[in-house]
């Protein structure tokens, strides 16, 4: 589904991503891991144009280095970014119009899909975005990406600052996504989820990968989550 081979990333001068190397397959749910800062958000905005990009990143036998992010995103690829970026005026229900790749069309997500998963999501689909709270703007976002029917989700930092009822809520929306065979890139800091939803991790230091396993592989790894996790 997805190749990256030997991207490299600049914020100026400053070389943030190093020759980073790793593959997703069909309907897999891969966890990107590491310290803040190591490049774990750069990687998913290189991989969707908004940082340009130097290397390979093959996307359904596609390469889209140097593509902008809508020609990537029309592709078939969904990013939902840690700022969430939803539209405050607007209302829960217009956010989840505007995600739809082409009006009035659904794919694989109707609306009421959307409703199910997240039951307050339909009691708060007429209230405008930015009355929303954290859990339920992280909802909306994710909610409106679907709706445009990705086969690929990049997923940033999805349980940032949220409760725990709702980080709960955010991992069973990911195992809902996989089920219907959408890949998944999770970029997480949080071990526990990770760990309990990945099929395979990829583990950040020092803007490359260095290190890839099944997460129970990490679980039983001590040196490496004491070198490259553990704060």
């Known amino acids: 589904?997805?190749?990256?081979?030997?991207?490299h990333a600049y914020y100026g001068k400053s070389h943030i991503l190093q020759g980073v190397n790793f593959e997703i397959g069909d309907g897999e749910i891969v966890s990107l891991l590491g310290r803040n800062g190591v490049g774990r958000s750069t990687t998913a905005k290189a991989i969707m144009g908004d940082v340009p990009p130097n290397g390979s990143i093959v996307f359904?036998?596609?390469e889209i280095a140097g593509l902008k992010p809508h020609q990537i995103a029309q592709r078939g690829l969904g990013y939902v970014p840690e700022n969430r970026d939803i539209f405050p005026a607007l209302t829960a229900r217009q956010n989840l119009l505007l995600g739809q790749k082409?009006?009035?069309?659904?794919?694989?997500?109707?609306?009421?899909d959307m409703f199910d998963l997240?039951?307050?999501l339909r009691e708060r689909a007429d209230v405008p975005g930015g009355v929303l709270s954290g859990g339920?703007?992280?909802?909306?976002?994710m909610c409106r990406t679907l709706m445009g029917d990705p086969d690929l989700v990049i997923v940033d930092e999805p349980t940032e600052g949220l409760a725990p009822r709702v980080v709960?809520?955010?991992?069973?929306?990911?195992?809902?996504?996989?089920?219907r065979g959408i890949s998944i890139l999770l970029?997480?800091?949080?071990l526990a989820i990770a760990l309990s939803i990945s099929h395979r991790v990829y583990v950040m230091g020092h803007?490359?990968?260095?290190?890839?396993?099944?997460?129970?592989?990490?679980?039983?790894?001590?040196?490496?989550?004491?070198?490259?996790?553990?704060?």
């Open 168 to 179: 709960t809520q955010v991992g069973t929306l990911l195992e809902a996504i996989a089920a």
């Open 118 to 120: 997240f039951p307050n």
């Open 187 to 190: 970029v997480e800091q949080k």
């Open 207 to 231: 803007g490359r990968i260095v290190y890839e396993g099944t997460p129970d592989e990490l679980r039983a790894n001590e040196q490496i989550r004491r070198e490259w996790l553990e704060v």
């Open 1 to 7: 589904m997805l190749e990256v081979r030997d991207l």
């Open 102 to 112: 082409k009006a009035g069309k659904s794919g694989r997500w109707s609306m009421e």
């Open 60 to 62: 359904k036998g596609e």
């Open 136 to 141: 339920e703007q992280q909802m909306l976002t």
